[in-house]
């Protein structure tokens, strides 16, 4: 019983991602053109909504559902890396059209030659891991 | 019924994805699919071969269950929540598509031009897809997180690395649209 909170938190964004079109490669494509603001629209009212409920939950004192304070890791100050990364992973996102919680929403939507793109980022991130010792 | 078959606005859109966000720290976790793909090169026998990997990943197994659900909700949503008329993009956009060589979309949400089937039957093709992909798997986990990781939870959560992960989303993502589709499509 204890995946299922998980199961149905899933469901819940792939609905959601799919019923936003933030799955769609053509919103990715006019994001990046600027040329709506559907996709600014989404990111920046998550992030505040995301902003004030973490802040309400940490005023309020809220525990987790395993009885522990809510506290999300600091992030890694590895600034350097965040850049370099992020601009490979944006080089992927703009062609592919999607990222890692999308291209498997897609594989459900249907679309199965997604799973290239899946298979292929996980052979990515193997790599990375083989070579991450030697990264600037 | 209307309301739930058309497509959802950003401002019901956002609030929901920071739900889901707010739901996973609620159940002592965090928002990160991109770590999903990491996961599965440590159930594949990854760990044998850099430490990267080496890690127990039963207990990662909870976001591999809210993987299988957004296959679902993918599932769910394209066959019981949608109609078939065309995803609304901006008609500057759909031009300057067509220039390299991309329909207008009908009720499709990703292009039949890179990922049909018949598409899949060009080496050209499909070394796109492998190429973003790659890119996709390797810079996230380069950056610690993708769009989820960094974007939603740690821009909500004021974390400065996240801010110049997402300003290297968007150097990446604009070098791609504006220098390489014309090179590449």
């Not at chain 1, 929403?105 to 891991?129: N, P, R």
């Amino acid at each position: 019983m204890k995946v299922l909170k998980f199961l149905f938190t899933g469901i819940f964004f792939g609905i959601v991602l799919t019923k936003s079109q933030a799955v769609s490669w053509y919103r990715i494509v006019e994001m990046f053109r600027f040329e709506s603001f559907h996709m600014y629209g989404i990111i920046g009212s998550a992030v505040v909504t995301g902003l004030i409920l973490l802040q309400l939950s940490k005023k309020m004192n809220l525990k987790t559902t395993e009885g522990n304070p809510i506290n999300l890791p600091e992030k890694e100050k590895k600034y350097k890396s965040a850049l370099l990364g992020g601009t490979i992973f944006g080089l992927g996102w703009a062609l592919a059209g999607a990222c890692p919680g999308p291209m498997f929403i897609l594989f459900g939507a249907g679309y199965y030659s997604i799973s290239i793109i899946i298979l292929s980022s996980i052979l990515g991130t193997f790599v990375y891991g083989l070579v991450a010792n030697r990264l600037p | 019924m209307d309301a739930l078959l058309n497509p959802w606005t950003w401002y019901v859109s956002g609030p929901l994805i920071a739900t889901v966000m707010f739901l996973l720290v609620y159940f002592g976790k965090t928002f990160g699919m991109s770590s999903n793909l990491r996961t599965m090169c440590s159930i594949g026998g990854a760990g044998k071969v850099s430490s990267f990997f080496d890690f127990d990943w039963k207990q990662h197994q909870w976001n591999l269950w809210v993987v299988a659900g957004s296959i679902i909700g993918g599932f769910i949503t394209i066959q019981f929540l949608s109609t078939s008329n065309p995803i609304e993009i901006n008609p500057t956009t759909i031009s300057a598509l067509s220039e390299l060589g991309f329909s207008a979309p009908k009720s499709n949400l990703i292009p039949s031009e890179l990922f049909s089937l018949e598409a899949l039957k060009s080496p050209y093709n499909l070394a796109i897809l492998i190429v973003a992909g790659f890119f996709i798997g390797f810079g996230t986990r380069y950056a610690g997180g993708c769009t989820s990781g960094h974007a939603i939870t740690g821009l909500s959560n004021l974390q400065l690395p996240s801010l110049v992960a997402v300003i290297g989303f968007f150097i990446g993502g604009l070098l791609m649209t504006y220098l390489f589709f014309p090179i590449i499509f």
